[in-house]
């Protein structure tokens, strides 16, 4: 679903196997309760097993979108137990006089706010609104939805700091023509659009509020636009950032932007809305994740096959960690101890200690019987929470 990675997607499709080389060896266990109609099918269980060591980390979950699968997977942070793979956005087909479900979701992006998740279902058109703790491992199906109806191909979006709206990225078909992107604003008392923000650049992709939510981030192909939240109107541009991707904000307001013609990380005065300085990281820099103490930015760098370490109080590159699968989502968990990288063309999703950069556990996700990707099991997003999912 990303179409600038392409290396290892080739090779993926030529029939050769990716392999992660710093991390451990992993085995699938798959039980599907007598069921074979759906990969995620009712009453699935499944393990990702370590043969080397295990996947540990804080307690808590992790909810990873799997785009090109139509659902998203909900995985035990503290031992990399996947407790279910769970559709979404998928609505039942219409005059079968069957239980047929269209599986059309194509979740590209996932927030989350308390208890509540957020998908941005690219291939309906819409928002997903998932109540967590309703979840049920029991049945793949049997989840409470609100899909809200937003523009053309969402791919992204973000809760403001308070949690009252969600902002989401509409990318328009890929025809050229400014005016198909947008920014839809949710509200999320009410689960319906309230505002709808044209664009005048085109293809949008990532957004991120500044700490009081007065401010938001989009990156769009023309740069990055600031938007005041309050008046929903623009209030800088800051262009020249070559096709700019992911954006990640710090307690203090400094704007870190994944360049990836140009292989680096800019940095934004919030005060002056310009770049103050650059980066230099590895090829085709994706998304970026703080630490939460603010100390840390880790930055995927997908066809670099690595992650760059990056400290904040020096705005320099301390050192790289090699994930091979073309790592594109990044995630910290919220005691800081652990860094869940997702790769895009691998479908394996690898798991740091960060205190000191070594990967201690991977697994596949979906339920594939072996680490792969292509058009299917995707880790595009990933968010963590300290609360457990249901039934785990």
């Known amino acids: 679903m990303n179409p600038r990675i392409t290396r ?11 392999v992660l080389g710093a991390a ?42 799997t785009a090109g699968y139509q659902a998203f997977d909900a995985v035990d942070t503290n031992n990399c137990y996947e407790v279910q793979q769970y559709n979404v956005g998928d609505p039942a087909v219409p005059d079968t006089g069957t239980s047929d479900t269209n599986y059309s979701g194509t979740d590209e ?12 279902l690219t291939g309906d058109d ?14 793949y199906t049997d989840t409470p939805e609100t899909d809200v109806k937003v523009g053309t191909d969402p791919t992204n979006l973000a809760v403001t700091p308070d949690g009252s709206q969600v902002w989401v990225t509409d990318t328009g078909p890929q025809t050229g023509e400014p005016s198909l992107g947008d920014v839809k604003v949710i509200s999320t008392a009410t689960d319906t659009v309230t505002a709808t923000i044209p664009l005048p650049w085109t293809d949008p992709h990532a957004i991120a509020f500044s700490p009081s939510g007065g401010t938001a ?23 020249g950032l070559g096709d700019p991707q992911g954006v990640t904000v710090a307690s203090n307001g400094t704007v870190y932007v994944t360049n990836t013609a140009q292989n680096v990380v800019d940095v934004i005065n919030p005060g002056t809305n310009r770049v103050a300085h650059t980066i230099a990281v590895g090829q085709l820099p994706w998304q970026s994740a703080l630490s939460p103490d603010g100390s840390t930015l880790y930055v995927a760098d997908s066809d670099s096959d690595q992650v760059s370490v990056i400290s904040t ?19 910290v968990t919220p005691d800081g ?10 479908g394996v999703v ?17 339920y594939g019987e072996y680490p792969q990707s292509g058009d299917g099991d995707e880790p595009t997003d990933i968010v963590m929470t300290t609360t457990l999912t249901p039934g785990h």
Request: net charge neutral; aromatic share 6%.
């Open 217 to 239: 981030y989009v990156t769009t192909s023309a740069g990055v636009i600031a938007f005041n939240t309050a008046t929903q109107r623009v209030s800088g541009l800051i262009p």
């Open 126 to 139: 819409e928002v997903g609104v998932v109540p967590s703790q309703s979840l049920n491992p029991k049945d």
């Open 337 to 346: 101890s652990r860094l869940w990288v997702g790769g895009i063309t691998s």
């Open 313 to 331: 109080a020096t705005d320099k590159v301390t050192g790289t960690i090699s994930v091979t699968g073309d790592p594109a989502s990044v995630a």
């Open 109 to 120: 992006g996932v927030a989350i706010y308390g208890n509540t998740l957020y998908f941005a």
């Open 8 to 18: 290892s997607r080739a090779v993926i499709a030529g029939g050769s196997a990716v």
């Open 24 to 65: 451990v060896a992993v085995s699938l266990t798959l039980s599907d309760g007598g069921s074979s109609a759906s990969p995620a099918s009712a009453g699935a269980t499944h393990k990702a097993e370590l043969s080397a060591s295990s996947c540990t980390g804080p307690a808590g979950a992790a909810y990873i979108a």
């Open 350 to 366: 690898s798991v740091i200690d960060t205190s000191n950069n070594t990967i201690v556990g991977s697994f596949a996700v979906g």
